[in-house]
Nanobody, 116 residues
Framework: QVQLVESGGGLVRPGGSLTLSCAAP????????MGWYRQAPGKQRELVAR???????NYADFVKGRFTISRDNARNTVYMQVNSLEPEDTAVYYC??????????WGQGTQVTVSS
């Protein structure tokens, strides 16, 4: 099974920014749309943003204008710039295809903690 590797999380103050990265095998990256998801403690995993092979993007209402998803096809990497972070954004952030596929394992994710 294929697994994705997320990085870039950390502890930031409200209003802060981070750049999240997700490295994917080329066999996955060149075929599927990609998405960033997050799971906060005690809550279900939810879609945050997604990007097509051609670069078209779509965002959850709760992050519009604050988060930006992008993909680097040469590096097989999908990014998400997260700005104006709020305590409610605290969660483990994951990437996967959009929609997620059972043949692709969820990675360990990257923890984003927003706290003063």
């Amino acid at each position: 099974q294929v697994q994705l590797v997320e990085s870039g999380g950390g502890l930031v103050r409200p209003g802060g920014s981070l750049t999240l990265s997700c490295a994917a095998p080329r066999s996955i990256f060149k075929v599927y749309p990609m998405g960033w998801y997050r799971q906060a403690p005690g809550k279900q995993r939810e879609l945050v943003a997604r990007i097509t092979l051609g670069g078209s993007t779509n965002y959850a209402d709760f992050v519009k204008g604050r988060f930006t998803i992008s993909r680097d096809n040469a590096r097989n990497t999908v990014y998400m710039q997260v700005n104006s972070l709020e305590p409610e954004d605290t969660a483990v952030y994951y990437c996967n295809t959009y929609p997620p596929r059972t043949s692709i394992l969820w990675g360990q994710g990257t923890q984003v903690t927003v706290s003063s």
